[in-house]
């Protein structure tokens, strides 16, 4: 029987591409005008207005309550705000190619943080997994090259860059019961804008927006309404239709497009430890994946 692709099939595959873009496009308005504080901060403030507007039309409020729920929605905004501080200052000290590759590890810390908490049992075959995606972080650290101050602190920065996201996910979770993820999304991105232009104040005061080129300009434009607002109604409703685990076997492949897009559009080398690193990070996945890992007594 010939394969055709879904509705659903298309939406993760456009998700996964502007993820994978958006690196990309990032790399280059860092090193093309944007100082990275101020980029982060008009980005996701524009972002949050245009998503809780798209959240209030939806449901008509944005209300959270009980303590709890407060509590675990700060923790995730403080993951988010620590991952958007890794995120452009990774970009802006190591290469696209290396950022990419690096979140592939996202599962691995998902997965380890979530038994962290008792929300799921590590079996023997994860802890292999684990230990090949991270050996394979090893080897793209090693083919990086350049200087140990710029290089090396940059992937130690998408490290905390995946490591911080995982902390997202796993913290959101339990809310995802009582709360739709627009609703999620929209409270998180407005609570964190608050902080994160404090922080980005000096940078905002001093970025010069004349010298900015359309180029710059449209990239910014890209990276707010695709990777923050787009994909994550379509990624979402991918979900709510086919459930996480399909669609996290799209999600695997953000960080090779990633990849191939920095070669592509930014000339980026590619180094034969990298690719292995690459390779590595992919077979821990999967490796992970064939036998998933089991829940403890009495989790949902």
């Given at each position: ?6 509705a659903v099939d298309v939406m993760l595959v456009v998700t996964v591409v502007v993820w994978a873009f958006n690196i990309t496009v990032t790399k280059y308005v860092l090193t ?160 964190m804008s608050i902080p994160l232009v404090v922080t980005s104040s000096g940078q905002l005061a001093k970025q010069d927006y004349g010298g900015i080129g359309s180029l710059v ?84």
């Open positions: 029987m010939r394969w055709r692709p879904t093309h005008g944007f100082r990275p504080l101020a980029y982060a901060s008009v980005r996701y403030v524009a972002a949050a207005v245009l998503f809780a507007a798209l959240t209030l039309a939806l449901e008509r409020t944005l209300a959270v309550g009980g303590r709890r729920s407060l509590g675990l929605l700060g923790a995730a905004t403080v993951f988010v705000f620590l991952n958007q501080l890794a995120f452009v200052y990774a970009l802006k000290l190591t290469t696209a190619t290396t950022v990419a590759l690096i979140l592939g590890t996202t599962p691995i810390f998902t997965a380890l943080f979530s038994s962290a908490v008792g929300l799921e049992r590590l079996s023997r075959r994860f802890w292999a997994a684990a230990l090949i995606t991270f050996g394979g972080v090893a080897l793209i650290a090693f083919g990086s090259g350049g200087t140990l101050s710029a290089d090396l602190a940059g992937d130690l920065l998408a490290v905390g860059l995946a490591a911080t996201w995982a902390l997202y996910s796993v913290s959101i979770a339990p809310l995802m019961r009582r709360y739709s993820p627009y609703r999620i999304s929209a409270v998180v991105l407005l609570a300009w449209l990239g910014l434009g890209f990276a707010i309404v695709g990777p923050l607002v787009l994909t994550n109604v379509l990624w979402f409703k991918a979900i709510d239709r086919v459930g996480p685990s399909r669609a996290t076997l799209f999600a695997n492949l953000q960080p090779f497009v990633a990849a191939l897009f920095a070669f592509v559009l930014l000339s980026e080398e590619i180094t034969s430890l990298q690719i292995a690193g690459g390779v590595a990070i992919g077979a821990g996945i999967v490796l992970d994946r064939r036998h998933p890992a089991s829940a403890p007594p009495g989790a949902e």
